[in-house]
C-alpha cells in the first residue's frame, strides 16, 4: 500500500507558475504521473516519469510549459508548472503504478488532489 500527498496548489494569476509536490508514504520503484480533473470533465492525462526518472512524457497541452521531475531519495515528484492559463484551473492528482502510461487505469493509487485556480 502507498499513500501519496499532493500539495503546492493554489491560485494564480494567467502567465504564473506553480510548483506541485507529491509525497509518497515509501519509497517506490513505481511510474508517478500526473492527472488533472476540471469540474464537469473528465480526468485528463497531464506528465508521467519512469521511476528512475529517464522518460517523461507531455499531454500536448501542456508540452513546453510543465515539467516532470521526481526525488527518490525524498519518495516525491514533482510538476513545475509555468506560463499557467485559466484552462489549467483543475484538481491535480499524482498516482503511481508498475506501468508508465498516460492511462489512468495503469496506476493503482492516488492521492487525494490538490486545487489549481488561474485567473485571467
Known amino acids: 500500500q502507498v499513500q501519496l500527498v499532493e500539495s503546492g496548489g493554489g491560485l494564480v494569476q494567467a502567465g504564473g507558475s506553480l510548483r506541485l509536490s507529491c509525497v509518497a508514504s515509501?519509497?517506490?520503484?513505481?511510474?508517478m504521473g500526473w492527472f488533472r480533473q476540471a469540474p464537469g470533465k473528465e480526468r485528463d492525462f497531464v506528465s508521467a516519469?519512469?521511476?528512475?526518472?529517464?522518460?517523461?512524457t507531455y499531454a500536448d497541452s501542456v508540452k513546453g510549459r510543465f515539467t516532470i521531475s521526481r526525488d527518490n531519495t525524498k519518495n516525491t515528484v514533482y510538476l513545475q508548472m509555468n506560463s499557467l492559463k485559466p484552462e489549467d484551473t483543475a484538481v491535480y492528482y499524482c498516482?503511481?503504478?508498475?506501468?508508465?502510461?498516460?492511462?489512468?487505469?495503469?496506476?493503482?493509487?492516488w492521492g487525494q488532489g490538490t486545487q489549481v485556480t488561474v485567473s485571467s
Open positions: 515509501r519509497r517506490i520503484f513505481y511510474a
Open positions: 498516482a503511481t503504478g508498475p506501468t508508465y502510461s498516460d492511462a489512468g487505469p495503469a496506476y493503482a493509487y
Open positions: 516519469i519512469t521511476w528512475n526518472g529517464g522518460n517523461t
